[in-house]
C-alpha cells in the first residue's frame, strides 16, 4: 500500500516514544505506530464505518502501513487512528499491545468461546504468551499447543491450565480426547500444523488464525460440514479497539514481555524478529 501524507485539520504530530516490532512490518520493512491501530482513517460516513464494519469501509486506510513513522522520533496521523493510553501502562509496555495485544485480545473477545470452555493458543511466542493471558481471564479452560517442552513452564506460569508438546504427543487428538476445542487460537505461521490441528476442533468450534502468511492451509469440506466447524482469520481492530485492549490490561495486570531496543538501533531490532531470535516482543524505544 502507498504511503499517505497528511496534513492539515485532523493531522497530529506524534513524538515516538516506544515502537513495537512487529513481523508485519516485513511487508514495508518500516513504518510501524505508536498508539494507532491498523484501522485507523475512516470518514465515518458511509453505513459499513457507522456500524463498525470498518473492513468494508470505502475510506479505510490501514494506519501503520499507510503512515510512515513509527521508527523515527516524530511520524504524523490522523487523530481518528489514535489510542488514549492509561496512566498504568508504560510507553514501552503499551507499543506491542496496539498490534499483538489487541490483535489475540480482539479476536479472542469475538470469538464463540464462553467462560469455561476449552480454548487452545497455537504457538507460545510473542503472540501466543499474550494470547494464553487473554483467554484465562475471559474465563476460558486455556490450553497451550507448541513444540518442545522449553516453553511449558512459562505457558502454565502464564496462565495455561494445560501445555501439550506437540513434539511428543498429536495435539489434535489430545484436544478431541478433552471434548475438542470450542475455539483454536492459532498464532503460528505453520499451515501443515494449523491443519492438523483442526482436528482437534468440538461440534461448532473455530479454528481463529492471526499469524499472517500466504500459504494454504488443507481443511476437508466434509470435516467443516459434519462438525459444523468454521476458519476465521482476523486482523487487529480499529483505535476503540486498541483502547479497550489497554484499558483491560491496565486493569487485569497483563503486560506483553518486551526486548527492547535503542530507537537508533531499529534495524538490529526488526533484524532479531525477523529471524525469530526475539523471545517476546522486540520493541523500540527513545532514550
Not at 506524534?14 to 513481523?23: E, L, M, R, S, W
Not at 484436544?175 to 490441528?197: C, D, F, H, Y
Not at 483491560?248 to 514481555?257: E, S, Y
Amino acid at each position: 500500500m502507498k504511503s499517505v501524507v497528511i496534513e492539515g485539520p485532523g493531522a497530529v504530530r506524534i513524538k515516538v516514544a516506544a515502537c513495537g516490532v512487529c513481523h508485519s512490518d516485513s511487508f514495508i520493512q518500516e513504518g510501524h505506530w505508536v498508539g494507532i491501530g491498523w484501522h485507523g482513517d475512516h470518514c465515518g460516513v458511509c453505513d459499513p464505518c457507522r456500524r463498525g464494519d470498518f473492513v468494508y469501509c470505502v475510506r479505510l486506510q490501514i494506519t501503520g502501513f499507510s503512515f510512515d513513522g513509527g521508527y523515527q522520533q516524530y511520524m504524523i496521523a490522523p487523530v481518528h487512528g489514535l489510542a488514549r493510553i492509561p496512566e498504568a501502562l508504560s510507553f514501552a509496555e503499551a507499543g506491542p499491545l496496539v498490534c499483538a495485544g489487541v490483535t489475540t485480545f480482539n479476536s479472542l473477545r469475538h470469538s464463540r468461546a464462553m467462560p469455561g470452555d476449552i480454548v487452545a493458543i497455537h504457538g507460545i511466542g510473542g503472540l501466543g504468551l499474550l494470547g494464553v493471558r487473554f483467554a484465562r481471564h475471559f474465563g476460558f479452560h486455556v490450553i497451550a499447543i507448541s513444540r518442545g517442552k522449553d516453553k511449558e513452564e512459562l505457558a502454565l506460569k502464564l496462565g495455561a491450565h494445560r501445555y501439550l508438546d506437540s513434539e511428543t504427543l498429536d495435539a489434535a487428538k489430545e484436544l478431541a480426547r478433552l471434548g475438542g476445542a470450542k475455539v483454536i487460537l492459532a498464532t503460528a505461521p505453520n499451515s501443515q500444523a494449523i491443519s492438523e490441528l483442526a482436528n482437534g476442533l468440538a461440534i461448532d468450534g473455530m479454528l481463529l488464525t492471526i499469524a499472517g502468511t500466504m500459504e494454504p492451509m488443507a481443511i476437508s469440506r466434509g470435516q467443516l460440514i459434519g462438525g459444523r466447524q468454521s476458519v476465521q482469520g482476523w486482523a487487529s481492530g480499529s483505535s476503540k479497539d486498541s483502547e479497550d485492549t489497554l484499558n483491560f490490561c491496565a486493569l487485569t495486570g497483563i503486560r506483553p514481555m518486551i526486548e527492547e531496543f535503542a530507537l537508533e538501533d531499529a534495524a538490529k531490532g526488526y533484524e532479531r524478529m525477523m529471524t525469530n531470535r526475539a523471545r517476546f516482543r522486540a520493541v523500540l524505544v527513545s532514550r
